[in-house]
């Protein structure tokens, strides 16, 4: 098991000089209040931003520093009393529906019928969405086919620490995509591989009667 996360929050892996900072768009920042206010209620949320010195909304096509996001994050780690990557991991699943919900749906329709079509497609489909949003700062993947129902992920990114998030991102497109998946975090990038790695399994979800 890989300690992505230091016992101190996300702001631990947080650039010391805002000039390292992308930008991240507000529908992030709206997913994550979408999640907390209906895991904790509105209560929490606003106690989260309070400690976290950030506003308590965001509008979906401005652009926040990555802090704030960063902040949100290891506030509600606290606030909720749930480890930091289990909270991420949570969040990407959320991210997956969420965004269907908020009128990407048929865009997330376009860019594959099936999991590994779609992971190989993600590259296409964020170069597609910086059109209408310039100051994305996607990751960049990778697949590799690993027989008929697995593959290896590759992942790019200058963001620390979201490696949790990536793994809820591959349980929430499962479910869209109607598999279970298993998602393991098998390579951190380091000094001589500059990417992570995920080795990504999965199987049909039973059907329900």
Known sequence: MFRLISPIGLKALKPDSPDLYFWMYGLVNRAAKDLITKVAGAPAWEAICKEAKVPDAFVAMDTYDDSVTYDIIDAASAQLDVPTEELLRQFGVHWITYTAV????????????????????????????????????????????????????????????????????????????????????????????????????????????
């Open 102 to 209: 908020e009128g990407y749906s048929e865009m997330l329709d376009m860019w594959g019928n099936t999991l590994p079509e779609f992971l190989i497609n993600l590259n296409s489909m964020h170069a597609r969405i910086r059109l209408t949003m310039p100051s994305l700062k996607p990751p960049t993947f990778e697949v590799e086919p690993v027989g008929e129902t697995g593959l290896i992920l590759k992942y790019w990114t200058e963001r620390p620490g979201l490696q949790p998030m990536v793994l809820g991102l591959l349980e929430g497109l499962g479910t869209r995509f109607g598999m279970k998946v298993e998602a393991e975090l098998t390579a951190l990038r380091n000094e001589t591989q500059a990417f992570d790695e995920f080795k990504v399994e999965w199987s049909p979800l039973p059907k329900t009667t």
